[in-house]
């Protein structure tokens, strides 16, 4: 059964360093998500991909977060520099339609 | 701005009792209704879905919503849940103009066997 792939599973860094989150989604996805998930809450939207295009990132801080789906297909989430608000599970999902959506593992980040 | 309320953060439950989680959502249009369920250890996974025609929904492992739209409200229900039903469930809704789906803040239901 095909899966949303999550790469790292686990982060642990210290402030100010940049760190990375990868995603494949599933073959034929066209709508890629990324979503924060802080202990407590639902998943919050921070950029959400068509193809290699951004349609929503309304909610992703700008300043110290970035995220590109260059060939239309995987996509990359950094954050650089990292503070002690960023700990939380980095959700990556994928569409075909953009509706139904299915989610990887997340990957959790600690920043000490 | 779009908003998703669930009411209860907390359940426990005995197993074969009965369930029912509220969900109720702020938007003026159309909308795409979802509950997503997470099991301990899992991904999240799609439960059911309401888009249009016959508001009450059927979904996998015996679960049903019903969209009433006068009340904003697209509550989660079971007849008889079992232990293995223990989750984290999420009320999920998408304005049909827009792009963002919008996540409630999750229920957590326990049931003890």
């Known amino acids: 059964e095909a899966e949303v792939a999550q790469s790292p599973r686990y982060k642990i860094t210290e402030k100010s360093q940049a760190v990375a989150f990868w995603c494949d989604p599933i073959?034929?996805?066209?709508?890629l998500y990324w979503y924060r998930q802080i202990l407590g809450q639902g998943p919050e939207l921070l950029v959400q991909?068509?193809?290699?295009?951004?349609?929503?990132d309304s909610q992703l801080p700008k300043d110290r977060f970035s995220a590109e789906r260059l060939k239309g297909v995987d996509s990359t989430l950094k954050i650089q520099p990292a503070e002690l608000g960023d700990s939380a599970m980095y959700l990556c999902?994928?569409?075909?339609?953009?509706?139904?959506?299915?989610f990887g593992p997340g990957t959790r980040l600690t920043v000490l | 701005a779009q908003s998703v309320s669930q009411h209860n953060h907390h359940v426990i439950l005995s197993e074969a009792a009965s369930l029912e989680l509220g969900c109720n959502y702020s938007?003026?249009?159309?909308?795409?209704l979802f509950w997503y369920v997470q099991y301990p250890g899992q991904h999240l996974q799609l439960l059911l879905k309401?888009?249009?025609?016959?508001?009450l929904v059927k979904g996998i492992k015996g679960f049903e919503a019903e969209f009433i739209k006068s009340k904003f409200s697209f509550n989660l229900r079971k007849p008889s849940v079992q232990w293995s039903d223990t989750a984290e469930y999420f009320c999920?809704?998408?304005?049909?103009?827009?792009?963002?789906?919008?996540f409630g803040a999750g229920t957590r239901l326990f049931v003890k066997a």
């Open positions: 999902a994928s569409s075909l339609w953009g509706e139904e959506q299915f």
């Open positions: 073959s034929g996805h066209a709508t």
């Open positions: 991909f068509q193809d290699e295009s951004v349609v929503d």
């Open positions: 938007y003026g249009g159309t909308v795409n």
């Open positions: 309401y888009f249009s025609g016959d508001p």
């Open positions: 999920a809704v998408k304005g049909t103009g827009g792009f963002k789906t919008i």
